[in-house]
């Protein structure tokens, strides 16, 4: 089956700091989502996201299809962004998750 | 809008007790239904979905049962619980021809 990779494991910044986070994928896919787990385990949707670039505040992404990865970044971070950041490929329907970065934001 | 409902929030279960884990879907009709385990916090493993009601696919050979009684109804069920299925259990709903997932809350399981 498909692989997805993610980098960095883990990722410690001031507030304030700029971030890029990666996912890798070892074959094509039809779609990409992007998501922040809370810390009470709710994954909340970031980014769906095949090709090309999206923003929404903070936070933008961008998908290179043809090269396999996405990126994640994250500008003026704040304590709130703490958490777990997946990427997650589709492929008929079923999505295969990557093993996360976890994120964690000093005041 | 659409919203996933999923309880209960934790359990904590003995070891060879049975188990019922339910997921609801409203706003909705006809969708795409999925389980999912997460062991230590990290990545998701899918362990079974539904394309609709009574159509149930099973990705990993485990000691759990999914079942679909109803169109928003997804049921994830064990006969007999082992340590090993302790972990925290999130259903996922997607529509039509888009497959954006979105998820419930979680419950998260304790095996004793």
């Known amino acids: 089956g498909i692989q997805v990779e993610q980098s960095p494991p883990d990722l410690i910044l001031q507030e304030g700091a700029n971030s890029t986070l990666r996912c890798n994928f070892s074959?094509?896919?039809?779609?990409l989502q992007w998501f922040h787990q809370n810390p009470w385990g709710q994954l909340i949707n970031l980014f769906y996201?095949?090709?090309g670039t999206k923003q929404n505040g903070r936070l933008s992404a961008t998908t290179v299809a043809t090269e396999r990865y996405s990126l994640l970044y994250i500008s003026s971070s704040q304590t709130t962004d703490s958490g777990v950041y997946f990427c997650?490929?589709?492929?008929?329907?079923?999505?295969?998750f990557g093993q996360g970065t976890i994120l964690t934001v000093h005041p | 809008s659409q919203t996933i409902h999923q309880w209960p929030a934790t359990l904590v279960q003995p070891v060879g007790s049975p188990l019922s884990l339910e997921c609801t879907v409203e706003?909705?009709?006809?969708?795409?239904l999925y389980w999912y385990r997460q062991a230590a916090g990290r990545g998701l493993q899918l362990l079974f979905y539904?394309?609709?009601?009574?159509?149930i696919s099973s990705e990993v050979p485990q000691n759990l049962s999914a079942s679909r009684p109803q169109d928003r109804q997804f049921i994830l069920s064990s006969k007999k619980l082992l340590l090993s299925d302790s972990g925290f259990y999130l259903c996922?709903?997607?529509?039509?021809?888009?497959?954006?997932?979105?998820f419930g809350p979680g419950t998260r399981l304790t095996v004793t």
């Open positions: 996922a709903w997607s529509g039509g021809s888009a497959y954006e997932q979105y």
């Open positions: 997650a490929v589709e492929e008929g329907g079923k999505l295969t």
């Open positions: 706003g909705t009709s006809n969708p795409n």
């Open positions: 074959d094509s896919v039809n779609n």
């Open positions: 539904s394309v609709g009601i009574g159509q």
């Open positions: 996201i095949p090709s």
